[in-house]
């Protein structure tokens, strides 16, 4: 399973970005997808998810009302807007899927990851 992360750069404090991973139409449709993050000196964490349907997400506290992630079948991509852009929001974003997972959380319940994007929010 290859994904495809891509979007990142640096914004200001406020600012939005959308976040984008690419993967084969099997991958969209059949798995449980995510985004995570791993902030300069940090743990990666969990930072939102989606089931293979669309229709569950689920987000971490911190990001809860300002990020959205979603899913086009059409275009076999996952995207993450992220909104009103915190400097606490820098980071590398790795996007995930979870083979036969509801839903991908912890990385415990990743079975493929993409490649880091970079997101730099300035004050």
């Known amino acids: 399973v290859q994904l495809q992360a891509s979007g990142g750069g640096l914004v200001q404090a406020g600012d939005s970005l959308r976040l984008s991973c690419r993967a084969s139409?099997?991958?969209?449709?059949?798995?449980?997808m995510g985004w995570f993050r791993r902030a300069p000196g940090k743990e990666r964490e969990f930072v939102a998810s989606?089931?293979?349907?669309?229709?569950?997400?689920r987000y971490a506290e911190s990001v809860e009302g300002r990020f959205t992630i979603s899913r086009s079948y059409a275009e076999n991509t996952m995207y993450l807007q992220m909104n009103t852009l915190k400097t606490e929001d820098t980071a590398v974003y790795y996007c995930?899927?979870?083979?036969?997972?509801?839903?991908?959380?912890?990385?415990?319940?990743?079975?493929?990851w993409g490649q880091g994007t970079l997101v730099t929010v300035s004050s």
């Open positions: 139409a099997r991958t969209v449709s059949n798995n449980a």
């Open positions: 989606i089931s293979w349907n669309g229709h569950i997400t």
């Open positions: 995930a899927a979870g083979r036969g997972a509801a839903a991908v959380t912890s990385s415990a319940s990743v079975t493929s």
